[in-house]
């Protein structure tokens, strides 16, 4: 593995014996920052499963169209939780192309995913980088502040949550988790959200959890559609509401028929505020 931080590298704190969520997914996207219990996993889960690397490319795809939808609606503060490594767009150039000054902090609790990242976003002053676990929101909320102030809680912050709400488990309480984010948030403000749910093969989705939850740093926690509408709360669902990510507002192609991760984009509804932090 060629490391940000130079060959021989290992992450601190961090093994690679077992797989991890951020380098699987890398090495499903194609990219090089992985190891080979990450390759073997996902060649394991690929025999069950084979397109999950179409899997993840439609999730960095729904990413991509939530921000440049949000940005084009005026959102200037983005806060990626769960980052995942810095691949071909990222969330700060999608968000620049849609208007200027957008401001992002990405946070991932992936000590390699932080390494990767400062390296390669060391110069950007509108970007920030902060390691932080989203199942600690005391600690989030400290660290988000720490990590460069770039986000004034006072106008909408869209926050980007995809792809990693199955990595955390019941009873680590990811609804609680999420009714204490949304509301921080002000009015205008946006979750965006993927998860992964039984979707349209559920025995392979089933194998493909348990495999996932055995090999991985992390379990991987299939939930329904009604409890990934949970995590909305109050936010009022853009159309499509929740839907596949291939299926939320795809451009060009008709979109694939089956799925694998449900996907939405809410909004905080203006005079609903409960409170300000
Ligand atoms: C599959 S990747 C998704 C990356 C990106 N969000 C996307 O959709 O392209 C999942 C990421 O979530 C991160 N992650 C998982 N659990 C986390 C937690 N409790 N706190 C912070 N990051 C977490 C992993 O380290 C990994 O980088």
Redesign the pocket.
């Known amino acids: 593995m060629v490391t940000a931080a130079g060959p021989g590298w290992t992450p601190p704190g961090g093994g690679t014996d077992l797989a ?3 380098r699987v ?1 890398d090495y499903l996207l194609g990219g090089k920052d992985n190891y080979a219990a990450d390759r073997e996993l996902v060649h394991r889960l690929l025999a069950i499963q084979p397109d999950l690397s179409a899997v993840a490319r439609e ?2 795809a729904f ?1 991509a169209r939530a921000v440049g939808l949000l940005a084009g609606r005026g959102v200037r503060q983005f806060l ?6 810095p691949t071909h767009e990222n969330v700060h150039q999608i968000a620049a192309r849609h208007g200027p000054g957008a401001r992002v902090v990405y ?4 000590p390699i ?1 932080l390494a990767h990242a400062r390296a390669l976003l060391a110069d950007d002053g509108n970007v920030a980088i902060v390691h ?4 600690k929101p005391d600690e989030l909320r400290a660290d988000v502040a720490a990590g460069g102030g770039l986000l004034d809680w006072t106008e909408p912050v869209a926050v ?1 949550i ?3 709400l199955h ?2 488990a019941d009873a680590d309480d990811p609804a609680g988790i999420l009714a204490g984010l949304r509301a921080e948030l002000a009015p205008g403000s946006a979750l965006v959200i ?1 998860h992964a749910t039984a979707g349209t093969f559920p025995a392979e989705a089933a194998r493909v959890a348990e495999l996932y939850t055995t090999a991985c740093v ?1 379990p991987l926690v299939l939930r329904t559609r009604e409890e990934v509408a949970e995590f909305f709360g109050d936010f009022e669902l853009l159309d499509p509401g929740l839907a596949f990510t291939a299926q939320w507002r795809p451009r060009g192609e008709r979109p694939p028929p089956r799925g694998q991760l449900l996907a939405g984009v809410g909004i905080r509804p203006p005079d609903r505020r409960d409170a300000v932090p």
């Open positions: 991890s969520p951020a997914y999730n960095r990413l990626d939780l769960g980052c995942g490594l946070v991932d609790h992936d995913v932080s676990d989203l199942r980007l995809t792809a990693v990595f955390v993927s992390s």
